[in-house]
């Protein structure tokens, strides 16, 4: 999931645009992590990091029910992996880049392979 929509219930300004009430608005919580005002090296995966204020999960009264859930699998699986896998060659990839006019988006990828050589 890249982004989640909201509808404006009044006019109002987000960071400099003005949005008029009743209009949709995509809040791409993917973007926000990797905000480079907000993270040190946003592109890189760092387990460890120290000061981490993802909104992977959403925040305030939206944030994900789930996540304690998720959290706890994520503790069992990243373990594991790095135990058994030690190094990822990536392939072949291509890109999913939705064109939005102003603006495009990437939502994944269509094709992503890789292979996995045991640690
Ligand atoms: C890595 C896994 C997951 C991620 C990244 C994730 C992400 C999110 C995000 C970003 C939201 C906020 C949506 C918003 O702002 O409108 C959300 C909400 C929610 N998530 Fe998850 N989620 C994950 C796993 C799960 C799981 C495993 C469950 C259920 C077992 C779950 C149940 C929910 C529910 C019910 C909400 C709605 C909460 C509300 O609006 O009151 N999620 N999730």
Excluded: W
């Amino acid at each position: 999931m890249t982004q989640l929509a909201r509808v404006a219930t009044t006019d109002t300004e987000v960071c400099g645009s003005k949005v008029p009430e009743d209009t949709r608005i995509s809040l791409c919580y993917a973007a926000a992590n990797r905000d480079e005002t907000v993270f040190e090296c946003p592109n890189e995966v760092k387990f460890d990091r120290k000061v981490n204020p993802h909104v992977a999960f959403g925040f305030s009264i939206h944030n994900c029910l789930g996540s304690t859930h998720a959290r706890a699998l994520m503790n069992l699986l990243i373990p594991s992996l790095l135990e058994k896998v030690g190094r990822i060659q990536l392939y072949e990839a291509e890109e999913n880049i939705e064109e939005l006019g102003e603006f495009n988006r990437k939502v994944g990828f269509h094709k992503l392979n890789a292979q996995f050589y045991p640690a």
